[in-house]
């Protein structure tokens, strides 16, 4: 059975034109690497749990920012590792200087025996369209393709 995820795709309108909320990976793996490994703040939820529920638990870990207002479901998208991604997107704004990022001990370097606490992710941006879709995780462009027809 492939791992799922559950997410929130912030999205806003500036000067009539859509902005997207992605943010990026922590740990010193993904470091100095930028197109394609941006995404929706997300994370695995267990089968009993509501994913939107786990959506929302998964934003506010991410980001330290709690969500409430009227969230749009999208059709799952499955990422090239298998993962499915659940999401929902929802209009909204926030302060990317504002983040906090909750925390792992992750093995670094491979194998050593040594262990390093890294944020889950580093940073938060704001991203036009155009932008998006080449900063994004490549599975998840289908999300921004759902989001653009349904808007």
């Given at each position: 059975?492939?791992?799922r ?25 993904w ?88 944020p ?32």
């Open positions: 059975m492939p791992k995820a559950a997410g929130i795709l912030l999205f806003r309108k500036k000067k009539n034109a859509l902005q997207f909320f992605l943010v990026h990976p922590g740990g010193p793996y470091k100095n690497k930028d197109e394609g490994v941006w995404t929706i703040p997300k994370g695995e939820y267990e089968t009993d749990e509501d994913p939107l529920h786990a959506a929302l638990r998964e934003f506010q870990e991410e980001t330290g920012i709690a969500l409430e207002g009227d969230f749009i479901p999208l059709e799952p998208v499955r990422q090239k590792s298998g993962k499915i991604v659940q999401a929902w997107a929802m209009e909204g704004d926030l302060d990317t200087s504002k983040l906090i990022s909750n925390t792992f001990l992750l093995e670094w370097p491979p194998k050593s025996g040594m262990f390093v606490e890294v889950e992710v580093d940073r938060g941006e704001w991203f036009g369209e155009k932008e998006a879709r080449q900063k994004i995780n490549q599975g998840q462009i289908g999300l921004i393709d759902q989001l653009t027809t349904i808007l």
